[in-house]
T-cell receptor, first 119, second 114 residues
Framework: AQSVTQLGSHVSVSEGALVLLRCNYS??????LFWYVQYPNQGLQLLLK??????LVKGINGFEAEFKKSETSFHLTKPSAHMSDAAEYFC?????????????????FGTGTRLKVLA | NAGVTQTPKFQVLKTGQSMTLQCAQD?????MSWYRQDPGMGLRLIHY???????DQGEVPNGYNVSRSTTEDFPLRLLSAAPSQTSVYFC?????????????FGPGTRLLVL
């Protein structure tokens, strides 16, 4: 079964400092991995995703993540935090089949990490 | 495209009442799902559908029903609301051709059950 673990429900960084949000996954087959961001009172929007190919993935707003199979990790980073990055971030995993049949295809989300950026 | 739309945005129910949360998408996506979001628990999958006429249960299906009669619509029904169903509900859709697995989320429905 797939699962996602996000370490740290709350992370605080100073403006301009490195952002590191941790995500570890469990999957018996090659996974597709995602990071979503949620601003207050809004739905989720995609930051970046890994499907196949290059393991370092770049997303919007200067974020990037690296898929490390040996560590079963997909940590999210940004070199310099901005006040506007304050939000909740979710890691998600799903299996990679095309044209899935019922029962074999679903997304699993982590419990989220709330990022606070200090002035 | 309007994307994924949800109605209502906010609803208050009394225990035992029933209601339907509406979800529609205009992107011709095959896959649709319902999640609930509760503090400290992230998003939990309630039900999902991989196409019209096909639905399946997620992690927390009890107390909820779904149907998928068309590609566009995926309503979520609460048969007899309970205070434990107080939550924010999100609908999402995606298209599962290779490279297009991103889920698109609606703005959410905030439900309070008294």
């Amino acid at each position: 079964a797939q699962s996602v673990t996000q370490l740290g429900s709350h992370v605080s960084v100073s403006e301009g400092a490195l952002v590191l949000l941790r995500c570890n996954y469990s999957s018996s087959v090659p996974p597709y991995l995602f990071w979503y961001v949620q601003y207050p009172n809004q739905g989720l929007q995609l930051l970046l995703k890994y499907t196949t190919g290059a393991t370092l993935v770049k997303g919007i707003n200067g974020f990037e993540a690296e898929f490390k199979k040996s560590e079963t990790s997909f940590h999210l980073t940004k070199p310099s935090a901005h006040m506007s990055d304050a939000a909740e971030y979710f890691c998600a995993v799903t299996l990679s089949p095309v044209r899935p049949t019922s029962g074999t295809y679903k997304y699993i989300f982590g419990t989220g990490t709330r990022l606070k950026v200090l002035a | 495209n309007a994307g994924v739309t949800q109605t209502p945005k906010f609803q208050v129910l009394k225990t035992g009442q029933s209601m339907t949360l509406q979800c529609a998408q205009d992107m011709n996506h095959e896959y649709m799902s319902w999640y609930r979001q509760d503090p400290g628990m992230g998003l939990r999958l309630i039900h999902y559908s991989v196409g019209a006429g096909i639905t399946d249960q997620g992690e927390v299906p009890n107390g909820y029903n779904v149907s998928r009669s068309t590609t566009e619509d995926f309503p979520l029904r609460l048969l007899s609301a309970a205070p434990s169903q107080t939550s924010v509900y999100f609908c999402a859709s995606s298209c599962h051709t290779s490279g297009s697995e991103t889920q698109y989320f609606g703005p959410g429905t905030r439900l309070l059950v008294l």
